[in-house]
């Protein structure tokens, strides 16, 4: 039984390139969104004058910060590897 595992430098070298494709498109993509949802966001923030709700913008875009990490991390690895 194949056990999971977070930790890159036990992952293949395909396994690490297959990973970080999937990773950028997903990052891509939920950044898009998350950049949609908070121009909406601030958009009603200014029509209802409820400045408060502002501050969760920030908090929101701290949600993204995992997948970046992540895709670092791989892209150190693949670096340490030297592979492009």
Known sequence: MKT???DVT???T???VKQKKLL???AFGLGIVMIAACLILFYL???SKNYMVIFVIPVAMLSLL???M???QINAE???RKIK
């Open 45 to 47: 923030v200014l029509k």
């Open 10 to 12: 036990e992952l293949s």
């Open 66 to 68: 995992p997948s970046f």
């Open 4 to 6: 999971k595992t977070n």
């Open 78 to 80: 693949l670096k340490s």
């Open 70 to 72: 992540r895709l670092g």
């Open 24 to 26: 950028t498109g997903v």
């Open 14 to 16: 395909e396994e690490l």
